[in-house]
Nanobody
Framework: VQLQASGGGLVQAGGSLRLSCAAS??????????VGWFRQAPGKAREFVAAITWNGARIQLRDSVKGRFTISRDNGQNTVYLQMNSLKPEDTAVYYCAAVEAPGFLWGPETAYEFWGRGTLVTVSS
């Protein structure tokens, strides 16, 4: 499975971006692939941001993004989205999407995910 994250860019504080994670080499309508979003700010460790089950029934969000970010998916398009609103400078990071073939999985540490995209840079100016 190959993942491609896109949608990053430069935005002012308070603005919005929608990131996309497009999968190829597998079908989200055939196999169960939960997806997670992680981010890594300069000089910091990569951290969990959001996750969604293979069917979109459950989501998990990092506390600091609750009420501002949401995660969704369109399995027919093999794509998972991260809608980011009310962005803050501290949201600046490279955002990565990751997936694993596991029907009952929601979220976990980085090591739980098998497939990773290259990342897309989000820069929030103050």
């Amino acid at each position: 499975v190959q993942l491609q994250a896109s949608g990053g860019g430069l935005v002012q504080a308070g603005g919005s971006l929608r990131l996309s994670c497009a999968a190829s080499g597998a079908s989200f309508t055939v196999s169960p692939y939960p997806v997670g979003w992680f981010r890594q700010a300069p000089g910091k460790a990569r951290e969990f941001v959001a996750a969604i089950t293979w069917n979109g029934a459950r989501i998990q969000l990092r506390d600091s993004v609750k009420g501002r970010f949401t995660i969704s998916r369109d399995n027919g398009q093999n794509t998972v989205y991260l809608q980011m609103n009310s962005l803050k400078p501290e949201d600046t990071a490279v955002y990565y999407c990751a997936a694993v073939e596991a029907p009952g999985f929601l979220w976990g540490p980085e090591t739980a995910y098998e497939f990773w995209g290259r990342g897309t840079l989000v820069t929030v100016s103050s």
